[in-house]
């Protein structure tokens, strides 16, 4: 079964740091694109950040910039956001998602179940 | 940054009934665009790429159309299923970027 598995979120202080991982199965994650998606409680999708198959193109958002770092361990199967300086408005939903790639569309066919992640004293 | 803004922001709708969802892009995107489907504590599904295409194991009662900057989703009869909130997706940009999505109520 194509599966991603997201872990590592929960309870931070501002400021503060936190990794988050995904773990892929079920397909040959080495040759698929990879980005976080995030969800605010009760509000809408805000695309996070891009990595390619190889890791050595990537992309943020503007709003995490300079804060996170994503990555990849195509041995492990395995997707990563470091997450730094730590702000209340990152509180959210965080979800993996395969870049399937349909007609030359980026296109996001396969999402995790997703990890919350709340930033508050 | 290309800017997505679908219409209506929240609709209500009976089982049966024909619905459509607009997106508009603020700018060209070509066909560059996706539906994702999501149901209340759940992820996304993708329900149409590229604008058109009927994603592997979608109902065919979902459509897309739309080139440039105006896109369509249409339900052609709505099923219990369906009542979700619904996104457009620009993938243009290698900055992607979602609408703020649609809320399909029951009436």
């Known amino acids: 079964e194509v599966q991603l598995v997201e872990s590592g979120g929960g309870l931070v202080q501002p400021g503060g740091s936190l990794r988050l991982s995904c773990a892929a199965s079920g397909f040959t994650f080495s040759s698929y694109e990879m980005n976080w998606v995030r969800q605010a409680p009760g509000k809408g999708l805000e695309w996070v950040s891009y990595?390619?198959?190889?890791?050595?193109?990537?992309y943020y958002a503007d709003s995490v910039k300079g804060r996170f770092t994503i990555s990849r361990d195509n041995a492990k199967n395995s997707l990563y956001l470091q997450m730094n300086s730590l702000r209340a408005e990152d509180t959210a939903v965080y979800y993996c998602?395969?870049?399937?790639?349909?007609?030359?569309?980026?296109?996001?066919?396969?999402w995790g179940q997703g990890t919350m992640v709340t930033v508050s004293s | 940054d290309i800017q997505m803004t679908q219409s209506p922001s929240s609709l209500s709708a009976s089982v049966g009934d024909r619905v459509t969802i607009t997106c508009r892009a603020s700018?060209?995107?070509?066909?560059?665009l996706n539906w994702y489907q999501q149901k209340p504590g759940k992820a996304p599904k993708l329900l149409i790429y590229a604008a058109s295409s009927l994603q592997s194991g979608v109902p065919s009662r979902f459509s897309g159309s739309g080139s440039g900057t105006d896109f369509t989703l249409t339900i052609s009869s709505l099923q219990p299923e369906d009542f979700a909130t619904y996104y457009c997706?620009?993938?243009?940009?290698?900055?992607?970027?979602f609408g703020q999505g649609t809320r399909l109520e029951i009436k």
């Open positions: 990595i390619s198959s190889s890791g050595s193109t990537i």
């Open positions: 997706q620009q993938s243009y940009s290698t900055l992607t970027g």
């Open positions: 700018q060209s995107i070509s066909s560059y």
């Open positions: 998602a395969r870049d399937g790639g349909r007609a030359g569309v980026r296109a996001f066919d396969i």
